[in-house]
């Protein structure tokens, strides 16, 4: 069983950083394939980036692209998404997820575990 806790989430100004963290349990980490996705009120759960295992390729929702930064850092069990130049529209309750089988998805469904999610909210 993996365990996954969000913390960083908060309200700030539009144009704003946040940056969250999501921290693993279990001592395999660094295979995990990790992912970050969003929901807004009334709306489906989105995909906004991530991360095959240790040094591998990440990728990003176009929204996101050029403003957010997927990390992590093995030694500590931790994915970060740094997020900059945030916008209103980015409000949101933000997930990570862990993958067991190590690779990069933007399918919420290949994700084996799930945090409870931390909110995001970006004022105009």
């Known amino acids: 069983q993996v365990q996954l806790v969000e913390s960083g989430g908060g309200l700030v100004q539009a144009g704003g950083s946040l940056r969250l963290s999501c921290t693993a349990s279990?001592?395999?980490?660094?295979?995990?394939?990790m992912g970050w996705f969003r929901q807004a009120p009334g709306k489906e759960r989105e995909f906004v980036a991530t991360?095959?295992?240790?040094?591998?390729?990440?990728y990003y929702a176009d929204s996101v692209k050029g403003r957010f930064t997927i990390s992590r850092d093995n030694a500590k069990n931790t994915v970060y998404l740094q997020m900059n130049s945030l916008k209103p529209e980015d409000t949101a309750i933000y997930y990570c997820?862990?993958?067991?089988?190590?690779?990069?998805?933007?399918?919420?469904?290949?994700?084996?575990?799930w945090g409870q999610g931390t909110q995001v909210t970006v004022s105009s």
């Open positions: 991360m095959r295992t240790s040094g591998g390729s990440t």
């Open positions: 279990g001592r395999t980490f660094s295979g995990y394939g």
């Open positions: 997820a862990a993958r067991l089988s190590g690779g990069s998805s933007n399918i919420p469904r290949s994700y084996n575990y």
